[in-house]
């Protein structure tokens, strides 16, 4: 059976187990499937292990290998929420060799460690957020009921009530606002203002990639600037439940468990390393700084020490899984220290038309689900017939073979020019509630253009 990944976390989740969710979402590619479900379970598992013999063992990277459109992306996608892990996918071409201008390679740690912060402070939120919502509702009730010691001139909005009634009235009014009734009505309060002059001057240094917190440098010695704005009472809520929450939350146990998360848990995405792979005999010109990219990643995938905002965060730990289409370069082209440590590589599959066929009818989020959804929204009905699924199939195995191999993506441009016409005249101009998508529609519309080359390069 397989385990809902809404209520179970990844740690109970098998090797097995993982495969079947992700098959939900991903047709065939069975043995990327399986490799990232066996590094996704070993996480777990070293955690598992006695303290001494944990910190040897070491993740097994993996790069995956196919064309484009086959999967690779998706596969890490949906591995990430599987996994409940700070995750981030990232392009290895973003980056440059320290002294070119670019991305610093450690800004991947940096930016993985950002998101981990706020996944937990996330969590920790909603642990707090019934407490901080009874708090912002204190808070709010004051705004719109002064006390007596305070009180301001009467306005016809706001009658204030006799000291002997306030509690009666408090009461009433939040009875009020439990109900909605004072959503829309406006309010002052002091909110913090815009960064001033000088985080204009401090942002193009980019002092993020230096890991240093700017609020911690100047926080003490800048005072925080205050502007009083009119909101609306819902607005004033949200924003209210926000401040109680964030001094409920024990920001520094929230750190040291992001930090925890991203040494033991984390999972990078190095999209497109083939990108930074030149053959031997390059050198010089726009690629001079391919080789130097990899030496500069060398370290990180390796095992280092990254300096982030929140702390020092050693980077032995963090599952790599890399990817390339890898057209032109081969792994092997890979510096021989990098290699080494991506120790498993799974090639995937090109698509076939029966896989398209599985791709548009199977997966929870399939493309023909998700056109009829939105149409849905207007009141059409689009009925999707076996022998008109099999026609965008094959048209679509049949482009990628001519044109270029772009994989599921090619179904996508398929499926927009078939239903161009629907999607724009709905819902003014559609007089039919349920439009029929069979062999012969697919044909009428597409044909003429699979047929002429030009056209297809252009349109499909």
Do not use: C
């Not at 990232?90 to 996944?119: N, W």
């Amino acid at each position: 059976m397989t385990v809902p990944v809404t209520q179970t976390s990844s740690h109970e989740l098998t090797p097995q187990q993982i495969v079947r969710e992700l098959d939900k979402y991903i047709i065939g590619q069975d043995a990327a499937k399986r490799s990232v479900a066996i590094a996704l379970r070993n996480r777990w598992r070293r955690l598992q292990v006695p303290p001494g013999l944990q910190e040897e063992i070491m993740p097994n990277n993996i790069i995956l290998i196919g064309p484009t459109g086959v999967g690779k992306t998706e596969i890490a996608r949906r591995l990430a929420r599987l996994a409940n892990a700070p995750f981030i996918k990232v392009e290895a071409s973003k980056f440059t060799e320290v002294g070119y201008v670019g991305r610093d390679v450690e800004s991947i740690v940096r930016d993985l460690t950002e998101y981990a912060v706020t996944m937990v402070k996330s969590e920790r939120r909603t642990e707090v957020e019934d407490k901080a919502r009874a708090m912002s509702e204190e808070r709010l009730l004051d705004l719109l009921l002064p006390t007596v010691k305070k009180r301001p001139v009467q306005t016809p909005e706001v009658e204030l009530p006799a000291e002997e009634d306030a509690d009666a009235t408090r009461e009433k009014f939040r009875k009020r606002l439990r109900a909605g009734e004072l959503d829309k009505r406006m309010i002052e309060m002091d909110l913090p203002a815009n960064s001033g002059p000088l985080m204009q001057v401090i942002g193009p240094m980019n002092m993020e990639d230096l890991g240093l917190n700017i609020q911690d440098l100047f926080g003490n010695i800048l005072p925080k600037k205050m502007k009083r704005r009119k909101v609306s009472v819902a607005e004033a809520r949200t924003i209210l439940t926000n401040e109680e929450a964030g001094k409920l939350i024990d920001q520094d146990a929230a750190v040291r468990e992001a930090l925890n998360r991203v040494e033991n848990s984390g999972i990078v995405f190095l999209d497109e390393i083939d990108k930074i792979t030149g053959s031997k005999s390059q050198a010089g010109g726009p690629d001079v700084s391919r080789e130097g990219v990899q030496r500069d990643l060398l370290p990180i995938v390796e095992g280092s020490n990254v300096m982030t905002k929140y702390g020092m965060v050693k980077t032995d730990h963090i599952l790599f899984i890399a990817s390339g289409a890898f057209h032109v370069a081969k792994p092997s082209d890979l510096i021989p220290e990098l290699q080494g440590r991506f120790p498993i590589r799974v090639e995937l599959n090109s698509l076939t038309e029966e896989d398209f066929v599985k791709i548009l009818t199977l997966p929870q989020n399939a493309l023909i689900k998700q056109y009829a959804a939105l149409l849905m929204t207007e009141g059409i009905t689009l009925d999707f017939k076996e022998d008109g699924i099999r026609e965008i199939a094959r048209i679509a195995s049949e482009v990628n073979e001519q044109v270029e191999n772009i994989g599921a993506r090619r179904l996508h441009t398929i499926l927009t020019t078939l239903l161009e016409d629907a999607l724009y005249l709905a819902p003014d101009e559609i007089p039919e509630k349920t439009i029929v998508i069979d062999r012969d529609r697919v044909q009428m519309r597409l044909a003429s253009i699979v047929r002429n080359r030009d056209l297809s390069k252009f349109i499909l």
